[in-house]
Each structure stands twice: as structure tokens, then as C-alpha cells.
């Protein structure tokens, strides 16, 4: 998965795109220049030998196919067409004369030429006689064409002389032009490789050019995020990525104070919280005392005052399980919360909390015992008492809490029979001060309960997660580690 997610990034990376870009304009302007290039080069050289041939051959045509005798003998053909091609090198010639329905030929030069050679399209172009015109002054004409027999580029070209005469017919190999033309080809795919490589090369230069002060930015804003607001940019120059980070300065120094001063309110609450806590537990502990008295004494006072004591003892221990959550809740904050960790029999540990709290008519035990796990026994206890006596609070009984070890883990559920937690409420249950109905802000919770019960979770690698079970009521599952201890030394360790 994480190859397959680096490979992803790799191809997705701002300096892969741009090297890809410049290549494929480096590449398209190239493979068109060389192109245009080659078409232009190849025309003029072959339309240069193309001209000079039959130039050549016309004026050959003119000057000595032109003198022969109107029935010349195939001897005068022959030497004509031999002296025709001597004159010229590069391109053999055909001479062919009709003498009383049989053609008599004379054929000479560096290839073996035959009438068969020639296109029947250009034979019957050179044979067709034109009218006389005062735009054209010509019976005959010449006609060329290029052709590959067996693979081999030609040029072949022919004429008439006008006012009767031998047909001639020139044959040119082009082969020297067609290796001239492959050699400037690969001369210039040599140059479009060389534009492609220099382009990769402006394009890393470029990338490093650019992507270096992104990836500076990249890297301060990474920092950011791990907490050093300190951290800030050289900022150099006068461009959209120095203003840039100059803005990202800005930013972070606004971010710094903001959280300073969030930091500060925060550590000022905290201490408030912490204070006041502290200072009330004096006045609480008389309080206590009192309460206690009188609640031993209420069978003896005036039965009209007896409703206002039984108030006050329970209003007082209200008040003093708050301000021991508040506390507790407050060293979570301070970070200053540690476990005490001991092998545990869960089954134990839950029978003991359910009968300090005289739970057992109201809570059905489903756990094995046997089953020991390493944690801190005083925060299950905490996290147990919360979830069970919320589940009797406002889901009723039996409350049902049964006890697996599911691999490493072990887990504890804890379902009511009530008729479950609405769907609105479920994401709120563990906030601080929640309380699902506001029809009982005076309720005897505090709101501190779950969330302490989270904390606690939370400090042995475990979690809570609350939900409604398939037969009703509301289901709480507790997931800790059956060796807290192992889980801690692997979080330092990493």
C-alpha cells in the first residue's frame, strides 16, 4: 500500500509535470522543425536534380537525337544513345524508333534500361501529339515521373522530337539523393533527441528553480503543523513566490500569537478550575461532616424540616463527587495524569465495583474469570462505575455488562434496557456538561462522567464507543489493551 501510494506521488509530483511539459514542447517543436526541415530539403534537392537531369536530357534530345535521319538504323541509335549518356553521367538513356511496325531501340548508361522500365502512363503522355496553338508552340512535350522498381527510387523522364524522330526516354537512379536524404533524417532525430535531452535539462534546472522555494514552503508549513510556530522563511527577491512566502510569514507570525493567547486563556481557566477546586474541598469536607450528622439525625427533626436536610446531604454530595471530577478532569488537561498499573482480574474487578456501589440486584455479570489484563485497576474502577451508573441513571435495569479478550484487546460492554440513545445524541455523549435533555439541567449528573470515563480509556491506549444495541438500549463498549504497559513503551519508543 504505502510503495503503491509513494509510486502514486512520485508520478503526481509538480516537478515530474513540469519536466514532462517541457519535454513534450520540446518535443512537438522540434519533431515539427525537423520535419518542415527535412520536406524542404528533400524538395529542393530533389527538385535541383530533377531539373538538372532533364534539363540536360532535353538539350541532349535537341542537339543530337534531333540530328539523326528520319529512318536512323539501330546502329545510329545505338551510338546516339551512347553518346547522349557519355555526355551526361548519372542517367542512362532509350532511344525507340518506329520503322514499318517495329521498334528499333538504342539504349545506353550506367543501368540496364528497357522500355518495360517505363510507366505505361508516362508512354502514353510522351505519344500523345498536341494541337498547335498560339499558347502552344509545341507538338510534343517532355513528361517525367518518379518511380521505385524493385525498391529503387527512379526518375524517369521523356520526349519526342518534334517533326519526327526517335522517342527518347532518360532513366535516373536516385538512390545518392535517397542516402543523402535518410543521412540528413538521422542528423536531424539526432537533433531532436539532443533538443528533448537539453529540454529535460532546462526543465530540472527550472524545477529546481522553482519547486526549491516551494518545497522550503512545504517544509516550514510542515514544521508549522508539528507545533514550531516559530519557524519562519528567508524571504528574497521580489517575485510571486517571495511575496508568497512573506504572506505564509504573516500568517504563522498571527498563528503564533493566537494560539499564545489561547494557550494563555486556556492555562488561566485550567488554573482557575484547579484553584477553585482545591480551595472548595475545605469547606466542602465540614460541609460533608455536617451532612453526615444530619443525615443520622433525620429521623429525629421536625418531619417539616426532614425534606430540607435529605436536600441538603444529597445536594452537598452532588456537589462534592463535582468538584473530585473537576479535579480529575483538570489533571487530565495539566497533563499530569499517571497510571499505576497492576496484573488484573477483570472479573474480579468488576464484581468489586458493582458491590461497592450495591449494584448487584441491578447488574446481570457475563466474564470468565481467569482473565488477567495489566492496567491501572483505580481508573477501571472509575471508567466501570461511570458506565454502569449512567446506564441504571437513564437506561434502567438489568444492565448487562459482559467481558471478552478479542486478540490483544480487551473488551467490556455495558447495555441498559432503556429505549437507547437518540441518533442526534450519540456524537455528544463523551463532551464535557452534555447533557441529551435540556428539559433536566438539574439532573443529578454532573455531564463530567463519560468524559472522565474517555480520559481514563484514553491513558491506558484504549477507547469508548457508544451506540444502540440490536435488541434496544444503549450499548457502550470499552476496548483496552490487555497489557497497557507494552502499548506505553511502544509509544516512547516511537
Not at 79 to 90: K, N
Not at 134 to 148: G, I, L, P, S, V
Not at 172 to 192: V, Y
Not at 203 to 227: F, S
Request: one cysteine or more; charged letters at 25%.
Amino acid at each position: 500500500m504505502i510503495p503503491a501510494l509513494l509510486a502514486g506521488r512520485r508520478w503526481t509530483s509538480l516537478r515530474l509535470r513540469l519536466l514532462i511539459v517541457f519535454a513534450l514542447v520540446a518535443l512537438t517543436a522540434a519533431v515539427s522543425a525537423s520535419g518542415i526541415a527535412y520536406w524542404l530539403n528533400r524538395e529542393a534537392v530533389l527538385t535541383r536534380v530533377q531539373e538538372a537531369a532533364l534539363g540536360d536530357f532535353r538539350q541532349e534530345m535537341q542537339n543530337r537525337a534531333a540530328a539523326l535521319p528520319v529512318d536512323p538504323t539501330p546502329e545510329e541509335l545505338q551510338r546516339t544513345a551512347e553518346l547522349m549518356a557519355g555526355s551526361s553521367p548519372g542517367y542512362s538513356v532509350l532511344l525507340v524508333h518506329e520503322d514499318k511496325g517495329q521498334q528499333v531501340f538504342g539504349a545506353a548508361g550506367p543501368d540496364s534500361f528497357r522500355l518495360a522500365d517505363v510507366p505505361k502512363s508516362l508512354q502514353n503522355a510522351v505519344d500523345d501529339e498536341q494541337k498547335s496553338t498560339t499558347a502552344n508552340d509545341a507538338e510534343y512535350h517532355m513528361y517525367w515521373q518518379r518511380t521505385k522498381p524493385r525498391g529503387n527510387p527512379y526518375l524517369v523522364g521523356g520526349t519526342r522530337i518534334v517533326g519526327g524522330g526517335p522517342t527518347g526516354y532518360m532513366y535516373k537512379s536516385l538512390a545518392q539523393e535517397r542516402d543523402d536524404l535518410n543521412a540528413l533524417g538521422w542528423s536531424l532525430t539526432i537533433a531532436t533527441g539532443l533538443a528533448l535531452l537539453g529540454s529535460a535539462l532546462l526543465a530540472q534546472a527550472a524545477a529546481r528553480t522553482v519547486l526549491k522555494p516551494v518545497q522550503r514552503l512545504g517544509d516550514a508549513a510542515r514544521r508549522l503543523g508539528e507545533g514550531e510556530l516559530d519557524h519562519r522563511l528567508d524571504v528574497s527577491g521580489t517575485d510571486e513566490l517571495a511575496d508568497l512566502s512573506h504572506t505564509f510569514n504573516k500568517t504563522a507570525e498571527a498563528l503564533e500569537k493566537k494560539v499564545a493567547d489561547m494557550s494563555a486563556r486556556e492555562e488561566s481557566s485550567r488554573r482557575f478550575v484547579a484553584d477553585m477546586s482545591h480551595e472548595l474541598r475545605t469547606p466542602l469536607t465540614a460541609l460533608t461532616a455536617v451532612a453526615e450528622v444530619l443525615e443520622e439525625e433525620v429521623d429525629d427533626v421536625d418531619p417539616m424540616i426532614a425534606p430540607a436536610v435529605a436536600l441538603v446531604v444529597s445536594e452537598t454530595r452532588r456537589l462534592n463527587d463535582l468538584v473530585e471530577n473537576l479535579m480529575e478532569v483538570t489533571r487530565f488537561d495539566a497533563g499530569t495524569a499517571r497510571l499505576v498499573l497492576d496484573d488484573v482480574d477483570v472479573a474480579d474487578q468488576v464484581t468489586a465495583c458493582i458491590d461497592a456501589r450495591a449494584w448487584l440486584d441491578a447488574v446481570e455479570l457475563d466474564a470468565d474469570r481467569g482473565i488477567v489484563a495489566r492496567l491501572d485497576p483505580r481508573r477501571l474502577d472509575v471508567i466501570l462505575a461511570n458506565l454502569i451508573g449512567n446506564a441504571l441513571k437513564h437506561g434502567g435495569s438489568p444492565v448487562r455488562v459482559s467481558v471478552v479478550v478479542e486478540e490483544e484487546w480487551l473488551v467490556i460492554a455495558v447495555q441498559d434496557n432503556g429505549p437507547g440513545i437518540p441518533q442526534e445524541v450519540l456524537p455528544h455523549v463523551f463532551d464535557r456538561f452534555y447533557k441529551a435533555s435540556a428539559s433536566r439541567p438539574k439532573s443529578d449528573g454532573s455531564g463530567l462522567g463519560l468524559s472522565i470515563a474517555m480520559e481514563n480509556a484514553h491513558i491506558h491506549g484504549g477507547d469508548i464507543t457508544a451506540a444502540n444495541g440490536a435488541e434496544g438500549g444503549a450499548l457502550f463498549t470499552l476496548r483496552l489493551p490487555m497489557d497497557v504497559g507494552k502499548v506505553i513503551a511502544g509509544d516512547e519508543d516511537a
